[in-house]
Antibody, heavy 121, light 105 residues
């Protein structure tokens, strides 16, 4: 049974760096083809894909946010970490992590419940 | 980046209606098109993958079609639990991109 859970601060101040952790079970990021993605959704708005890390430690980022994002993994802890620098009130959103495979449809089969991050002074 | 455009952005319908949502990609994505359903306060849930394949456990009233740049999601007979938002997503390349969503009301 695959589960993912996001954790991190609920409130950050403008200009601060956000660090979010996705802790997962039911699969391993050492298995060929496995990937973990980060997605966000501002209140009342659409989903926005942020980043992906794969089993081979390849990392890819949103074109518009790539200068502010870093994704990494700790396979021993079954965790993926996303950092976003220079936070702005416009970054207020629910942040999700989701599992996908590099092969086949590449769909996001399993999602965490999400964590609402508010950026405010 | 591949742009995904959904229409309509909102749709008013009734139980029993047949509903169709369209999604258009800015370039060919062959069949790398997925559909998600999202209810308020919940994470998205995968409905369809590879344009036409029904995710396990999803009712057969949901169907998908299309390839290349034009895709549709159809609900054959709307049920009360189907009132939600729907998003298409391309996984043809990176960055992965979503449509802007369709809210079924």
């Amino acid at each position: 049974q695959v589960t993912l859970r996001e954790s991190g601060p609920a409130l950050v101040k403008p200009t601060q760096t956000l660090t979010l952790t996705c802790t997962f079970s039911g699969f391993s990021l050492t298995t060929s083809g496995m990937c973990v993605n980060w997605i966000r959704q501002p209140p009342g708005k659409a989903l926005e894909w942020l980043a992906i890390i794969d089993w081979d430690d390849d990392k890819y980022y949103s074109t518009s946010l790539k200068t502010r994002l870093t994704i990494s993994k700790d396979t021993s802890k079954n965790q993926v970490v996303l950092t976003m620098t220079n936070m702005d009130p416009l970054d207020t959103a629910t942040y999700y992590c989701a599992q996908s495979s590099f092969f086949g449809a590449r769909s996001f089969d399993y999602w965490g419940q999400g964590i609402l991050v508010t950026v405010s002074s | 980046d591949i742009q995904m455009t959904q229409s309509p952005s909102s749709l008013s319908a009734s139980v029993g209606d047949r509903v169709t949502i369209t999604c258009r990609a800015s370039q060919s994505i062959t069949r790398y098109l997925n559909w998600y359903q999202q209810k308020p306060g919940k994470a998205p849930k995968l409905l369809m993958y590879s344009a036409t394949s029904l995710q396990s456990g999803v009712p057969s009233r949901f169907s998908g079609s299309g390839s290349g740049t034009d895709f549709t999601l159809t609900i054959s007979s709307l049920q009360p639990e189907d009132f939600a938002s729907y998003y298409c997503q391309q996984t043809y390349n990176i960055p992965r991109t979503f449509g802007q969503g369709t809210k079924l009301e």
